[in-house]
């Protein structure tokens, strides 16, 4: 048994060995610039790229959506669609299904 315990600790007396495994543990760990952090740092970046990629398409879904709204047609149909609005000369029928009606449950 003590011939085991020698042969597993028999690198460890080497100073420069020991010197290394030190210096290895410290930077990987308890540095300020350590393995952790720079993991930490490069998920984040990952993760503001794709905010970035996704606040682009919304930029340029918008892009679309103000040009649509540019023409008198587009407005029109906004109008008439979201606050249901009408023409003096005209009468507007609004078909409700039940599945789309609100309940007390839903609010």
């Known amino acids: ?3 085991n315990k020698n042969k597993y600790l028999k690198p460890f007396k080497n100073i ?3 010197i290394l495994v030190v210096f290895a543990v410290w930077m990987l760990f308890f540095d300020a610039n350590s393995w952790l952090i ?3 740092l490069n998920t984040e970046i990952e ?3 794709n905010e970035k990629e996704y606040y682009i398409k919304e930029i340029e879904k918008d892009k679309k959506d103000l040009k649509k709204l540019s023409t008198d047609e587009g407005l029109e149909k ?4 979201e606050y249901y609005m009408k023409r003096d000369n005209e009468e507007i029928y609004i ?3 039940e599945d789309s009606l609100k309940t007390k449950n839903d609010e």
């Open 78 to 81: 906004f109008a008439r669609e």
């Open 95 to 97: 078909i409700e299904y």
């Open 38 to 40: 720079h993991h930490e």
């Open 1 to 3: 048994m003590a011939s």
């Open 16 to 18: 420069f060995i020991l």
């Open 47 to 49: 993760d503001l790229e």
